[in-house]
């Protein structure tokens, strides 16, 4: 009521202004002391949340916005806009409806491009969550289908959103495999789209990116065929900031990467809280949160731009260049890591340090089923009890005795979570190949892979034979008696 | 020789003037002929370059107005990008004419841009068919008997006001093609404005040429062929103007479904490839194909109702 009214007011000043027709007055009236800062958030794409939607809910940039010196009179107006995906936010950042902005690695290039060429020039100030070998973007099938490869895919129609992070990918694994864009028949779908005509069969297979490629999987229609993983190149989701604004307010913009920071720390610290929270604050289920943001996660939450992000961007670049898609882009003089090192100076940690490193938090513990204390993260298996806690056990073996077990007495569990042997990502157990019986007889060694080519390539390596989840589980309780 | 021209020119005049059948003012069309023959009269021996004249000079102020009208259109759009106007509406980045003719001569040479207009005006020439196939029949079955009428215009109103992009889920899970889908989100923009005008312009019959057509004898089937139909075609006309606007408005939604082809979808596109000319260039294209298309339609209305030109409501 009250938003329609406003709207109604709106466009009769819009109106009466147009009618008058006379180009005076070139600022927009706006109260001294009250600063609008729009922020255009895609809370549906799961590894942004801690720069959008968890820092709206815990009020974590209220807390973190400068309230002293220059600062002191400012009433904040903190305008939350949310999209599925970058370009809108993009749009808005030029139209300065949006001041900070958050996208994946290939619209952060056209967001920085277009910035520059339209003079609304924008700077890439932090990344929020990364996958160090492109893990996140997928392939995904319908879960009927006969594909289980790349290969399988020839000739067939496959869309994924243009432009987008999972757009870069599929481009990278053709080049990769050696095969020429006419491979397949490749169109633009939005994840939306793509979804829904992936579940009712129209095409054969879809690219997209977090959190599609494990969401669409685990509501129980499509297979995963292909992790960006398998590219090793670098994928990550960043902040951008107008330019402009970063000058005119950089404590603002710094407050905002603490605040981020926060949020990591605050993901980090509560992973089955957090899954739970942003299941409830955006409706993609918590099991696929965990998978991204969990310990051990497909994402790894680390503000610090790193030079391999850098290099993989420019790399990014000649694709969307090759392709015509992009205008010029002068990288280096768009990135721009002043404030995240200024963030991680008031908040006394070391930038250079963290730099460095490429450590995500592992999975730890003791595995209550084998007894022993988990110690190699590579190997280590989650489960989820329905209503209760993550356990994490040591092995997958130990894993799936586990499920057996808990099975039998009677527990629903939410997921279990293996590790791929080969593309060292996180994985849905129940999605996942195994090679089971290897090597020693005695003690079956089950080895999971997303994939069936790796763990037919494990297999013809190793000995043994492939197997599905049920099978797996089988084996295991074949061993444990 | 003189009368007869002047008799036979309102005539003529009609015909021969196909885009604005209407238009024609009372005192336009019974003053203007005479006073062109009286000025022209030196000339009328050579009977058809008078005529020719005469059609220019009518068409002229008609001609006219529409340059300043587009010409104004243009020079907004001209004037706010070349000095950036920012007074609450804001030019500062929307895409200069020149821009967009760059962008719309690389995308002329390649010939995936006739592609794109050749898929979307079939894709709503078949919605708007069907649309007509249905909508027109249903319109006078429902607007002739009251029982039809109870039974379907709730569900219809209910269903009218649904956005076209909502139908896009459903469209896909509904239709085993991507082109069905398309064409049936055109047709449900083209569906309900045909329908209602029809609905309308039965209710709005002279209730004395039914019982006239009773009287003669006429049965159902006849009566709604030879007095219902052509008695309500100016309000199915209406309609099928106003629904081919509403489907081409409905286009972007249904093409997006589409991910490759398609005017509608080369917008959407260049929408998340955030290039602002090519969604300018897409905007104007689908402009210019939606008017081309009711003029067709104009075209088809005024030869199928000759005695529209005769009529009083014609010369209002």
Request: hydrophobic share 45%; aromatic share 10%; glycine share 10%.
């Amino acid at each position: 009521m009250g938003v329609a009214r406003l709207a109604r007011i709106e466009f009769g000043i819009f109106a009466l202004l147009m009618g008058a027709c006379i180009a005076v007055g070139p600022e927009r009236a706006r109260a001294e002391t009250t600063l609008q800062i729009g922020i255009g958030t895609q809370n549906t794409t799961t590894n942004t949340v801690t720069g959008g939607i968890v820092l709206k809910e815990l009020g974590l940039l209220e807390k973190h916005l400068p309230k002293t010196g220059k600062y002191q009179d400012f009433k904040y107006s903190l305008s939350w806009q949310n999209f599925t995906s970058g370009p809108p936010v993009t749009n808005g950042m030029m139209a300065d409806n949006i001041q900070i902005g958050m996208m994946g690695d290939y619209p952060l290039l056209v967001n920085g491009a277009t910035g520059q060429a339209t003079g609304n020039e924008t700077q890439l100030v932090a990344i929020i969550a990364y996958n160090a070998y492109g893990g996140g973007n997928g392939i995904v099938v319908h879960k009927d289908s006969p594909y289980f490869d790349l290969a399988d895919l020839k000739g067939k129609n496959v869309s994924v959103p243009f432009g987008s992070a999972a757009h870069g990918m599929i481009l990278h694994a053709l080049q990769m495999h050696g095969l020429t864009p006419d491979f397949w028949n490749l169109v633009s779908q939005s994840p939306e789209i793509g979804s829904t005509n992936l579940q009712e069969k129209r095409i054969d297979a879809h690219a997209d990116f977090v959190p599609f490629p494990e969401l669409l999987p685990f509501r129980g229609f499509a297979r995963k065929i292909y992790d960006g993983a398998d590219t090793k190149i670098p994928t990550f989701h960043g902040v951008v900031v107008r330019k402009d604004f970063g000058e005119k307010y950089p404590e603002i913009v710094t407050a905002y990467i603490e605040a981020l920071m926060e949020a990591n720390d605050w993901v980090r610290q509560n992973p089955k809280l957090a899954a739970e929270k942003v299941e409830q604050w955006t409706s993609i289920n918590k099991e696929v949160v965990y998978i991204f943001l969990g310990s051990g996660g497909i994402m790894t939450l680390d503000p610090t731009i790193k030079s391999a992000w850098v290099d993989a961007m420019k790399e990014d670049y000649t694709v969307l260049q090759k392709l015509n898609l992009i205008k010029p882009l002068n990288i280096d003089a768009w990135v721009n890591d002043k404030y995240v090192r200024q963030a991680f100076k008031d908040q006394g940690l070391d930038y250079d340090s963290q730099l460095k490193s490429l450590a995500n938090y592992d999975m730890t513990g003791n595995d209550p089923v084998c007894n022993v204390p988990v110690t190699h993260p590579a190997e280590a298996g989650q489960i989820w009890i329905d209503g209760g806690d993550i356990l994490t056990f040591s092995s997958p073996a130990c894993t799936l005795t586990a499920v057996k077990k808990y099975t039998a007495d009677g527990k629903k569990l939410d997921a279990v979570y293996l590790v791929d042997h080969e593309l060292g990502i996180k994985v849905f157990a129940d999605a996942a190949f195994y090679a089971i019986g290897g090597k020693d007889p005695k003690s079956p060694e089950v080895v999971p892979f997303l994939l069936k080519r790796n763990a037919e390539d494990y297999v013809a390596k190793n000995g043994g034979k492939v197997a599905t989840y049920a099978d797996a589980l089988e084996g295991v309780a074949g061993a444990s008696h | 020789m003189t009368v007869q021209n002047i008799r036979a020119l309102p005539k003529q005049a009609a015909a021969e003037d196909p885009s604005s059948p209407k238009k024609t003012s009372p005192t336009g069309s019974s003053s203007a002929p005479k006073i062109s023959t009286l000025v022209l009269a030196p000339a009328i021996a050579l009977a058809k370059p008078s005529q020719l004249l005469r059609i220019v000079r009518e068409q002229a102020p008609t001609a006219l107005l529409g340059c300043i009208s587009l010409g104004a259109l243009f020079l907004f759009w001209y004037l706010g990008t070349k000095y950036k106007v920012d007074f609450y509406i804001r030019f500062k980045n929307v895409p200069t004419p020149y821009a967009v003719l760059e962008e719309a001569r690389t995308v002329g040479l390649s010939n995936k841009f006739f592609i794109n207009v050749v898929d979307s005006l079939r894709r709503i020439i078949s919605g708007f068919l069907i649309a007509i196939l249905i909508g027109v029949p249903l319109g006078l079955v429902i607007g002739k008997y009251r029982l039809v009428r109870d039974l379907y215009m709730p569900a219809i109103e209910v269903l009218r006001p649904i956005p076209a992009i909502a139908w896009v889920p459903m469209a896909i899970m509904l239709w085993p093609t991507n082109e069905a889908s398309i064409v049936f989100i055109t047709f449900i923009g083209a569906f309900f404005p045909i329908l209602l005008n029809t609905v309308h312009g039965v209710h709005s019959m002279d209730g004395v040429l039914i019982r006239a057509g009773r009287c003669l004898g006429a049965n159902e089937v006849k009566l709604f062929w030879y007095v219902i139909l052509p008695g309500t075609l100016p309000h199915i006309f209406t309609g099928l103007a106003v629904g081919m606007g509403v489907a081409w408005v409905s286009l972007i939604a249904a093409e997006m479904i589409s991910g490759q082809y398609g005017v509608g979808y080369y917008t959407w596109e260049a929408y998340s490839l955030v290039n602002y000319p090519a969604i300018v260039l897409g905007m104007i294209t689908i402009g210019i194909l939606g008017l081309l298309c009711s003029g067709a339609i104009r075209l088809v209305g005024f030869i199928a109702m000759p005695w529209l030109a005769y009529s009083v409501g014609s010369k209002r």
